[in-house]
């Protein structure tokens, strides 16, 4: 399984943006999919998951602001983040587990005051 996210960039707080996740893959619509991020000096946490029943979890600092989505037929999932914060710049990574994990390259988003 191939991750490949795209869609990062810098926004002033306040600001949206939108991240994707192609999965290259015949059998996507089985994955449960996740984002993840990690800030300078952090660790690495979940941000949002999507279960293949379309079942979405959100980390409590992003709850209203972020959505997941997916797009079975793309093999894509979303990430769409509004009302953005300093605290959410981060490098962002899309993963999923089957036997074993899968991690994409990341992509970063800056947020500015």
């Known amino acids: 399984v191939e991750l490949v996210e795209s869609g990062g960039g810098l926004v002033q707080a306040g600001g949206s943006l939108s991240l994707s996740c192609a999965a290259t893959?015949?059998?996507?619509?089985?994955?449960?999919m996740d984002w993840y991020r990690q800030a300078p000096g952090k660790q690495r946490e979940l941000v949002a998951s999507?279960?293949?029943?379309?079942?979405?979890r959100y980390a409590d600092s992003v709850k209203g602001r972020f959505t997941i989505s997916r797009d079975n037929s793309k093999n894509t999932i979303y990430l769409q983040m509004n009302s953005l914060k300093p605290e959410d710049t981060a490098v962002y990574y899309c993963?999923?587990?089957?036997?074993?994990?899968?991690w994409g390259q990341g992509t970063q988003v800056t947020v500015s005051e």
């Open positions: 993963h999923t587990w089957r036997v074993q994990a899968y």
């Open positions: 893959v015949t059998t996507f619509r089985i994955y449960a």
């Open positions: 999507i279960d293949r029943d379309g079942t979405t």
